[in-house]
């Protein structure tokens, strides 16, 4: 799964993770976001050990971080 953390509507994408992995634990997860990593962690938006991409980004690094998290 690939997702933002700050979405629209009152959910946030580690919501969105904790209802897909109680369906597929086995789920491999990035999460992404414009906002810094420590204002998410301060938020408690971003449990520790979550793979994460900082916006921007390049398609190379999505694809990379991407091949990380499958291999894992």
Same mark, same amino acid.
């Given at each position: ?8 509507? +009152?959910?946030? /994408? ?5 209802? !897909?992995?109680?369906?597929? *634990?086995?789920? &491999?997860?990035? %999460? ?8 998410? +962690?301060?938020? /408690? ?5 979550? !793979?994460?991409?900082?916006? *921007?980004?390049? &398609?190379?690094? %999505? ?10």
């Amino acid at each position: 799964m690939f997702s933002d953390v700050v979405m629209p509507g +009152g959910t946030n /994408g580690w919501e969105l993770v904790d209802r !897909a992995t109680a369906a597929r *634990p086995d789920l &491999k997860v990035l %999460l992404t976001s414009g906002y810094a990593l420590e204002t998410l +962690g301060a938020r /408690g938006l971003l449990p520790a050990g979550t !793979a994460f991409l900082n916006k *921007p980004y390049r &398609k190379t690094d %999505l694809a990379k971080r991407l091949r990380g998290v499958l291999e894992r």
